[in-house]
């Protein structure tokens, strides 16, 4: 037995240190691919070597479980469009929180069930109900994540009288309930009471959260996945969870920081602030007043960008919606044979998920040397004969810069303006998430090319060919 539990304690360093390996080079669209099969192998590894420990009694349940989890996980990756990622991310937070939740309400359930109730050990008692409560926090919370991205409920931000102290009351009253069953007896009926607020608080914490957060929100809560799976972890004593818990955790900790900055805003503003319309307010008018907006047409907008000599194309959330990803690939490669240089300008909060712009060009075989951050692309523009703006909206803003009254005053934004000619492929002049007017479309050397982003695509696409 001691042969065995060196052997489970080597691969699981195998498998940890493959975790890191393959987290790291997820951090290059070159190396993303590589770095996910080589996360998925120490996954295998972890779960292989986990099923031979000798605390396993019997692999009926658990080989029911693998086979249900690799038909869904097949599933989901051949039929969930990349279009449909958001949702799939978040839905997939949420089941490694509930997941978490269920070990923790289950090694409790153990401790208390057929025996009189003893104060648990100390450090089981912390970690169940840390597990418990982020746990439940994640599965509650992603789900109705799920559910506004889907579209199933509003994106809005939903509020009400007294929010932010219904919200703290309930999360403190989980914690208390903890506390109380940490130093004294375990009373089952608490602990249960300890998953209900959790969940209820899960709720309460996304639904003040509008659309144009989302990307903050959906790596805010794969942060909330890891930290359950590593309070799992410590409830089981197994140290592969605790490691890779303590990286998904960490790296969506770093990630959040990462599109708060893109913002300008701070995480506390992102999560209490109830921040723009959160839909694409399709029934609403924008009101122009005086403003001159100039459209174009299919072959003007054709004759502009085939002669031109550089054009930086800007994808946006309208992108995605249209699943314009694989016609605006045929446009690049179309310009690029004519000798228009072309690159692509991403915005790290575009999209409705950390990465969104980035994975959608991926699935469209977009060259990944093509793709260039905002901080990098942005002193470009005004050497950039045409910048072609699809579907982004408030990344694009310029009154960002200078509207200190405007909700969106101070976030970084992609330079479309001090480019020569702008065309914006929209659907109507509404607002995006942020739920304001965008000052872009009524720039002079602004032309609003209206219309679905795919159909728009390819008819530019047709047009350029008869140039």
């Known amino acids: 037995m001691d042969a065995l539990s ?19 080079s997820m951090s290059s669209p070159a190396t993303a691919r590589r770095g996910n099969l080589i996360g998925a192998i120490g996954m295998f590894i972890a779960i292989v070597v986990t099923l031979l420990d000798r605390q396993i009694v019997s692999f009926s349940w658990i080989i029911i479980g693998i086979i249900i989890g690799s038909i869904i996980g097949a599933l989901s990756a051949r039929l969930v469009k990349m279009t449909a990622m958001p949702e799939m991310v978040g839905i997939f937070n949420g089941f490694g929180g509930g997941a978490s939740a269920l070990v923790a309400i289950a090694e409790f359930s153990r401790f208390t069930s057929g ?22 926090i994640t599965f509650s919370g992603s789900m109705l994540a799920f559910m506004k991205l889907k579209g199933m409920i509003s994106g809005s931000p939903i509020t009400f009288p007294l929010q932010k102290v219904v919200s703290a009351l309930v999360f403190l ?21 300890i998953v209900g607020l959790s969940l209820i608080y899960g709720i309460l914490f996304v639904i003040p959260i509008g659309g144009a957060d989302m990307p903050v929100v959906i ?13 799992a972890g410590f409830v089981v004593k197994n140290n592969v969870l605790i490691i890779a818990g303590s990286l998904v955790g960490s790296a969506g900790l770093i990630l959040t920081q990462i599109m708060c900055k893109a913002m300008n805003r701070s ?28 459209s174009v047409d299919a072959e003007e907008a054709a004759m502009i960008m085939g002669y031109a000599q550089s054009v930086i194309i800007v994808p946006g959330y309208g992108m995605a919606a249209a699943q314009a990803q694989h016609a605006v690939r045929e446009l690049s490669e179309l310009l690029q044979s004519r000798g228009v240089e072309v690159k692509f300008a991403i915005h790290p909060v575009a999209g409705r998920m950390p990465g969104h ?23 470009e523009f005004p050497h950039t004969d ?25 976030m970084p934004i992609l330079d479309v303006d001090k480019a020569h000619h702008v065309i914006i492929i929209k659907r ?30 390819q008819e530019l696409v047709a047009e350029i060919k008869k140039l």
């Not at 009253?173 to 009471?193: N, R």
């Open 173 to 193: 009253g989980a914690v208390a309930l903890g506390v109380i069953i940490t130093g004294w007896k375990p009373d089952p009926l608490l602990f249960y009471i």
């Open 428 to 457: 109507s002049l509404n607002p995006g998430f942020a739920g304001i007017d965008n000052e872009l479309f009524y720039d002079p050397k602004t032309m609003m090319y209206f219309g679905s982003a795919k159909d728009k695509v």
């Open 267 to 294: 995480l506390t503003n992102v999560l209490f602030s109830a921040f723009g319309t959160g839909d694409m307010a399709a029934g609403s008018t924008s009101t122009t007043g005086d403003k001159t907006v100039k």
């Open 386 to 410: 045409v910048a072609l703006v699809i579907g982004a909206n408030d990344v694009v803003n310029p009154v960002a810069r200078h509207d200190q009254g405007s909700p969106i005053y101070g």
């Open 115 to 136: 025996k009189a109730v003893l104060p648990l050990p100390m450090d089981t008692a912390i970690t169940t109900i840390i597990g418990v409560i982020i746990g439940g």
């Open 219 to 231: 790596s805010l809560l794969n942060s909330f996945s890891g930290l359950a799976a590593c309070a």
């Open 6 to 24: 060196s052997f489970i304690g080597l691969s699981y360093i195998v498998a940890a240190s493959l975790f890191i390996i393959g987290l790291k």
């Open 357 to 379: 712009m980035n994975v959608l060009l991926a699935e469209a075989n977009v060259p990944y040397t093509l793709l260039h951050d905002m901080d990098d692309i942005n002193p």
